[in-house]
């Protein structure tokens, strides 16, 4: 078995050891699970793999709750057994969107900062079992996290039981990297008091007792992060055309020099665009986001960037292993909270976040699309693009011009789902250009996301849609043909194409 | 004249003392100019009027930036010389929708806690003039606000000049009422400390020095307040449904027994909603809302509410009458603040508000529509709605079932705009009955919403609709049949009935 006694520093823990298959046996057909993890970072992996053993042999189902996207071992071998019910808050498994979206599961995507408080609000019912990735447990009792945050914390804090895989494949030197908050809930909730992205508010672990603890499983199996696309010339021109607004911004007086805290999702393109802040003049650049993916170390690398806080590392696996191997330098500048506080409206707007989202589609009058393909199968979820969206200092979301080799349009006449409306959004970007939307009403803002965003095999009859619904409404606040609005989406289904 | 001297304490500035017309001449075409009110409160009324004289004689626009509604003596004069190009951030003017929707006016729809720091942040322009209703000026040159708080605060500081009108219909006890608090902004905000509804963080008056005030100008014209409509039987249910589940959340722990402080929306649902508070046995209630209207007089009269905070009293003619005649004693219980505080998501979020909006119609998902008549025309715009509802500890929307005599259904297939996304909505309340939709994926929602909240007349083909789009799309996180989605909008407005 693998050695994890200097791990467990609580001596009498130690007699709680026991294998991933010993630890499954505690769960039970209906329970609610909560589990540590956000992206494949930081999810408990060997009793995942013990449960869907157990699964396969006696099919049973679960409630899993996470902090986000999880790793195969988790989502995908739960899911090759179908043992999954209900799922919150977010996910990107391909076996799982596929149950998702064949009604097998039932899945709540949810505002990733609100997805704890539901469950201590008393919303998601009782929470029956916590397990949690651990490097160590401290003398007290209290848990070292690993690669993200997540809901951990209060999976812990609302967990009948507390199940823990001490994973040494994490190096001990995560220790400190975390700075865990648990807010009050209402009517006791006080401020939360960041005002920049490295002021540490909480304590390095997560508070619990040794009789919490159930069991303790060992594990030394690594956290399947996935490799980034190349980044592409459209990526190269997005990046470029933020960073130029930005700077504009600015000489405007705008913001100052070393702009504002950046946040930057999920994805590749996210990730690209931050790639870009590297061979910009930009320096002093501090980051306040949900996840820390290989562009923020280039950053790190250049001297761009002093500190950056977010929830989870999200890195490829080159980044994990880079982040290892430089693991002493990078934890000055780095640091994992919560994702209630990572994606803290209230933190968001106080510091004035520059949000940087990447969208499915998006539609003439600026309404964004993050979730639903053709509007009714799920990709991913909403995850924290709502938290920082909303409360931004300046909400920019990106995405190229067409998707599947041109046969779709990703500027639509109207979105087929809405996840970010019109009050939202300040810019969007595209490979073929920036649309600053701030200060213009609707029928101003469809001109500016045509003629700047749109690709110019859509762009002629992006134009006539809205010159027709313009005359069809007598020049209404948003005019729309109610017919024809989501034209585009039948036409594609029928045929394959938008043209 | 109208004897506005003792209401001026600094006595230099009895030199500015100037008429309206005189005042109306400093503002010149394509200025922009931000005026106090909120709702038909505490907006200024003799210069408007004066302006609009001006207008017509020389036509031209201004672009008017506001708290939100104001009174006819504003947008009222204005539109009828057609004398406003940009409008932002909330109206509830016939002729301004007129014009709004008839490509006139260009309208910037915002949430209402972001419209002053989005001009602070400078995205709004420079702010030229500001024009503000007061009860007094202080000796310092302070600004003492009357019936509302709306953005004036921030006007103040962000204008070149400053005009003020003294308003000798409103009585001196507003003195007191306010707390005026103008967060600094990114990089240099800091928490806003508020725990409670009644917590006082600012000052009681508007900052400002004499030297800012360009002139100062008497006023006596009341604030024209606007009847609510009778309170029917389908209002009265709707009461009833939500305090029942209230009731039910407090017996299950889910929150105190005074609950948490309430909000409550403006128009005719949501007083008659409130009102209905005041037959149950909830009390020691507390409310933090934008708007106070009439139901909340009741509640404070029948002994059941502590503390009100708001930004505007907003209560009917007979309402204003009412409080004008206690305000002794109703001053106890109420507080006036920015905008930007009644409506602050971070104090939103920490405080746990519930929150009760009105919705123009949802759809079986969930999502919301607040603002668009058939997806097209502007009603109002989303006011407040978005700050509470993104933030709050439970958010509940109403609506009466149908609408025109039954010939629309409020519940449809899929909204025709969307405002509020199914994230955020917990609860709908029709006159049918309450569908709760916590912890429930889209399919599940729908059953609830279809169930519970639909006409009788619909109920059949909505769940026609469901089932027919689940088979469709093989049971998606999201069913839809795209072609159909918004084809009762298209019945409606071809057959005049959804029928
Ligand atoms: C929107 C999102 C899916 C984009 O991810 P990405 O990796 O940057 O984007 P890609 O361009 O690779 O597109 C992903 C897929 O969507 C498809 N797609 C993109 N635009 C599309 C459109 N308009 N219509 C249909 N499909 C589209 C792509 O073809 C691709 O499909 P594939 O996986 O079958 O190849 C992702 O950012 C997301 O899930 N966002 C929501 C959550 C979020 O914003 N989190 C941020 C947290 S702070
Ligand atoms: C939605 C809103 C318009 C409802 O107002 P209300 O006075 O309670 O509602 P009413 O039932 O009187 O409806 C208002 C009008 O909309 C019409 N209407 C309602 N539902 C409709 C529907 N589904 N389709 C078309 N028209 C509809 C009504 O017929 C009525 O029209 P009329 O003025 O021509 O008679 C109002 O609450 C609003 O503007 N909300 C958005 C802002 C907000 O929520 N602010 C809260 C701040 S904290």
Request: hydrophobic share 35%.
């Given at each position: 078995?693998i050695?994890?006694?200097?791990?467990?520093?609580?001596?009498?823990?130690?007699?709680?050891?026991?294998?991933a298959?010993?630890a499954a046996?505690?769960i039970?057909?209906?329970?609610?699970v909560g589990t540590s993890g956000f992206t494949p970072s930081g999810y408990p992996k060997a009793v995942p793999l013990a449960l869907a053993e157990?699964m396969?042999?006696?099919?049973?189902?679960i409630?899993l709750y996470t902090g986000a996207s999880v790793g195969p071992e988790l989502d995908g071998a739960l899911c090759e057994v179908?043992g999954i019910?209900?799922r919150m808050p977010y996910q990107t498994n391909k076996l799982l969107r596929n149950l998702i979206?064949?009604?097998?599961i039932?899945y709540?995507?949810?505002?990733l900062?609100?997805?704890?408080?539901?469950?201590?609000?008393?919303?998601?019912?009782?929470?029956?079992?916590a397990i949690v990735e651990a490097c160590?447990?401290?003398?007290?009792?209290?848990?070292?996290p690993t690669t993200s945050m997540g809901n951990t914390?209060?999976f812990?804090?609302?967990?009948?039981?507390?199940i823990v895989e001490v994973n040494t494949s994490q190096p001990?030197?995560l220790?400190?990297?975390?700075?865990?908050?648990?807010?009050?809930?209402?009517?006791?909730?006080?401020?939360?008091?960041?005002?920049?992205?490295?002021?540490?508010?909480?304590?390095?672990?997560?508070?619990?007792?040794?009789?919490?603890?159930?069991?303790?499983v060992p594990c030394d199996i690594t956290d399947k992060t996935r490799p980034f696309?190349?980044?592409?010339?459209?990526?190269?021109?997005?990046?470029?055309?933020?960073?130029?607004?930005?700077?504009?911004?600015?000489?405007?007086?705008?913001?100052?020099?070393?702009?504002?805290?950046?946040?930057?999702?999920v994805g590749n393109?996210?990730n690209?665009?931050?790639?870009?802040?590297?061979?910009?003049?930009?320096?002093?650049?501090?980051?306040?986001?949900e996840v820390i993916q290989d562009?923020?170390?280039?950053?790190?690398?250049?001297?761009?960037?002093?500190?950056?806080?977010g929830t989870a590392l999200s890195p490829s696996p080159d980044g994990l292993k880079?982040f290892y191997?430089?693991?002493?330098?990078?934890?000055?500048?780095?640091?994992l909270?919560?994702q209630?506080?990572?994606?803290?409206?209230?933190?968001?707007?106080?510091?004035?976040?520059?949000?940087?989202?990447?969208?499915?589609?998006?539609?003439?009058?600026?309404?964004?699309?993050?979730?639903?393909?053709?509007?009714?199968?799920?990709m991913n979820g909403?995850g924290?693009?709502?938290?920082?969206?909303?409360?931004?200092?300046?909400?920019?979301?990106?995405?190229?011009?067409?998707?599947?080799?041109?046969?779709?349009?990703?500027?639509?006449?109207?979105?087929?789902?809405?996840?970010?409306?019109?009050?939202?959004?300040?810019?969007?970007?595209?490979?073929?250009?920036?649309?600053?939307?701030?200060?213009?009403?609707?029928?101003?803002?469809?001109?500016?996301?045509?003629?700047?965003?749109?690709?110019?095999?859509?762009?002629?009859?992006?134009?006539?849609?809205?010159?027709?619904?313009?005359?069809?409404?007598?020049?209404?606040?948003?005019?729309?043909?109610?017919?024809?609005?989501?034209?585009?989406?039948?036409?594609?289904?029928?045929?394959?194409?938008?043209?």
């Amino acid at each position: 078995m693998i050695d994890i006694l200097d791990r467990v520093r609580n001596k009498a823990l130690h007699a709680k050891i026991v294998s991933a298959q010993e630890a499954a046996e505690l769960i039970k057909p209906g329970m609610n699970v909560g589990t540590s993890g956000f992206t494949p970072s930081g999810y408990p992996k060997a009793v995942p793999l013990a449960l869907a053993e157990r699964m396969k042999e006696h099919p049973f189902k679960i409630n899993l709750y996470t902090g986000a996207s999880v790793g195969p071992e988790l989502d995908g071998a739960l899911c090759e057994v179908n043992g999954i019910d209900k799922r919150m808050p977010y996910q990107t498994n391909k076996l799982l969107r596929n149950l998702i979206n064949s009604g097998e599961i039932s899945y709540s995507d949810l505002h990733l900062s609100e997805s704890a408080q539901l469950l201590r609000y008393g919303f998601y019912g009782k929470l029956d079992v916590a397990i949690v990735e651990a490097c160590a447990i401290t003398e007290e009792g209290n848990i070292i996290p690993t690669t993200s945050m997540g809901n951990t914390a209060s999976f812990v804090q609302q967990a009948d039981m507390v199940i823990v895989e001490v994973n040494t494949s994490q190096p001990l030197e995560l220790e400190g990297m975390h700075d865990v908050y648990v807010p009050l809930d209402p009517p006791h909730r006080l401020p939360i008091p960041i005002v920049k992205a490295n002021d540490r508010i909480g304590t390095p672990y997560i508070p619990c007792t040794p009789d919490k603890i159930k069991c303790i499983v060992p594990c030394d199996i690594t956290d399947k992060t996935r490799p980034f696309g190349e980044i592409s010339e459209a990526d190269h021109k997005m990046s470029e055309y933020i960073i130029e607004l930005l700077q504009d911004e600015v000489k405007k007086g705008h913001m100052p020099k070393n702009l504002l805290p950046l946040q930057s999702g999920v994805g590749n393109v996210a990730n690209a665009v931050i790639s870009g802040f590297v061979d910009s003049d930009l320096k002093d650049l501090s980051v306040y986001t949900e996840v820390i993916q290989d562009g923020m170390f280039d950053l790190i690398d250049a001297g761009k960037l002093n500190f950056a806080s977010g929830t989870a590392l999200s890195p490829s696996p080159d980044g994990l292993k880079r982040f290892y191997e430089n693991i002493k330098e990078y934890r000055k500048h780095l640091l994992l909270r919560p994702q209630e506080i990572s994606n803290s409206p209230e933190v968001v707007r106080r510091i004035g976040v520059i949000a940087m989202n990447t969208a499915i589609e998006c539609d003439i009058y600026g309404n964004i699309n993050s979730t639903h393909i053709m509007g009714t199968k799920m990709m991913n979820g909403i995850g924290g693009s709502g938290d920082f969206a909303r409360n931004a200092y300046l909400t920019c979301f990106f995405t190229a011009s067409t998707a599947k080799n041109g046969l779709i349009s990703s500027i639509v006449p109207m979105c087929s789902h809405v996840d970010h409306t019109e009050h939202d959004v300040d810019i969007i970007v595209t490979e073929q250009g920036l649309a600053d939307l701030r200060g213009l009403a609707p029928r101003e803002r469809a001109r500016e996301v045509i003629n700047k965003c749109a690709h110019p095999d859509y762009k002629p009859m992006l134009m006539d849609y809205l010159e027709r619904a313009e005359a069809a409404t007598k020049h209404a606040q948003t005019p729309h043909i109610i017919k024809e609005a989501l034209s585009w989406h039948e036409k594609f289904m029928e045929t394959g194409s938008m043209k």
